[in-house]
């Protein structure tokens, strides 16, 4: 089995057609790297590229985008609805196949580190990278901006983890971790209850005593009508996908809700799908890295 | 992604170390071609090899191991359990990925085609290749062995797919075809009464009137004193996994037996355990090709 690296950089631009196609010819034209998916949001003025490859060309694959992107985007002009901080916003790195949180971490601090050295654009460590508690969540990181960057880097806590105390000029600073794989996975329900999808995400995600490593928020499906547990499992080992798919399914019933379809959006994992058949169909012993075929085309 | 062709030839060999060893040895050597796994069984005087690769990789392979077992087997002096007409008893070729079973079929006749030719072994073509609805079970095409195939060429239905109607006077006959994978799936029972797990074997197999793509047979398991369904899904997309366990289940309750778990041997298709889930989340138009993470890696 290869090792392979998952990294999903964000960009500080989704509107500028030339720039965003100058990253993708870039992202496609690193050896053994490969985007998988890229979108862009003019609202937002951001894009977000999902790319796989083995450690060493996602390291380089990550440092000539951060370069490219630090040459193409002046946040001094940068206007959009996402919060931002960079023009690389943020790059998380995920271990998808025979590597360990640990590699992941340290492949984002060499990274972090080329690019202070070479670019000069400094970075925060977040996530399973962070290098203290309060560094973990991204939002709390970002908070401030690009444009309070500047005064928040001079506090005690908010020195940069690779750089000195001030932003780059036009490229900001950058958010660089180690994560998990994350699942996009929404359970639709028969009822028109917003309220109800609400109370559910409520009792399931970690934040509010249900499970760690589920987020949830309630929406309302206006086309069908109906109300939508939406989650983002960003641990599907650490909490599986049927088990808050059977704690919305017992929490439904208290109003006599049933469940009528969930939805995967973007990629998954295989093993997030096969755990789940695993339990379902109560597998005595199953082998995932052996017994499933593909995995020794890897 | 990357064509790729399961293949599981079967050897009339399962005790000299040396000629397993050779085999073993030229299997390894083709490029493009992997093999997963192979065991030999002294009893059966047979050995079975799981190999994939490309489909020319495969049939390059494919042809020169029977090539090697046609030097090394002499069938006059083969003794074993297991029934068996030739050197290369059967090789079966499965589509694993971005691959159609007319492609695998179109493989199986230009394999045979070429042992024919070079090597003068003459062959059935069976299942997904068959030329007639009375040789797609192996286990007609194989009745009389190699002892009996002499006389058997000569009848007016069994003249080979390829090659004159004698055996080779060494190697036998080859059954060669293209089939969809199989994956053995057991169900384990809170019963310690073969009888009931022989009547849901029974009740779901496709030979007696129950799902067409499961062979299923009810047997102990000593050790632990309970009863299993012990089946071959011959078409997981034809017959899922998740169908016939849900059959078991509830032909079960009919006695009130429970399900206490299951087992997979050996390998499985991801897509196999991944439909299961679908089915049990009530995944909405999952599209496993694209959505799949690791789709994109092969």
């Known amino acids: 089995m290869a090792k392979i690296v998952e990294f999903i ?5 989704g509107s500028r057609q030339d720039v965003i196609d100058a990253l993708v010819a870039e992202a496609k034209g690193v050896p053994g790297v490969i985007l998988l998916d890229h979108s862009s949001d003019a ?6 590229f999902t790319m796989v490859g083995d450690p060493d060309g996602v390291a380089e694959a990550a440092f000539r ?10 946040m001094r002009e940068h206007k959009g609805e996402h919060p931002r901080m960079g023009a690389t916003d943020v790059v998380p790195f995920v271990p998808i196949q025979d590597v360990t949180m640990e590699e992941c971490v340290a492949l984002s601090k060499k990274v972090a580190e080329r690019i202070w050295n070479e ?3 400094p970075s925060f460590l977040y996530e399973s990278s962070a290098s203290r508690p ?3 969540n991204l939002a709390k990181v970002r908070k401030g901006q690009f444009e309070g960057m500047p005064e928040k880097l001079l506090q005690d806590e908010w020195a940069p983890d690779y750089g000195e105390r001030k932003i780059h000029p036009t490229a900001g600073i950058t958010a660089i971790g180690a994560r998990p794989p994350l699942v996009a996975f929404n359970v639709n329900l028969d009822t028109d209850d917003i309220e109800i999808a609400n109370a559910i995400a409520k009792a399931i995600r970690g934040s509010s005593g249900g499970y760690k490593h589920c987020k949830a928020i309630g929406v309302m499906l206006e086309d069908r009508n109906i109300a939508q547990v939406s989650m983002n499992m960003v641990d599907y080992e650490g909490t599986p996908l049927y088990r808050a798919f059977e704690a919305i399914r017992f929490e439904a019933e208290r109003w006599g809700v049933r469940i009528i379809g969930s939805e995967i959006i973007g990629l998954t994992p295989a093993k997030a799908l096969i755990d789940c058949a695993d339990y379902y169909l109560k597998i005595e012993k199953f082998d995932y890295k052996k017994q499933v075929l593909e995995n020794h085309l890897l």
């Open 9 to 13: 950089p964000n960009f500080s631009e």
């Open 43 to 48: 609202s937002h003025n951001r894009s977000v």
């Open 65 to 74: 985008l951060v370069k490219l992107a630090s040459e193409k985007i002046d």
């Open 119 to 121: 670019l000069h654009i």
């Open 134 to 136: 309060d560094r973990v």
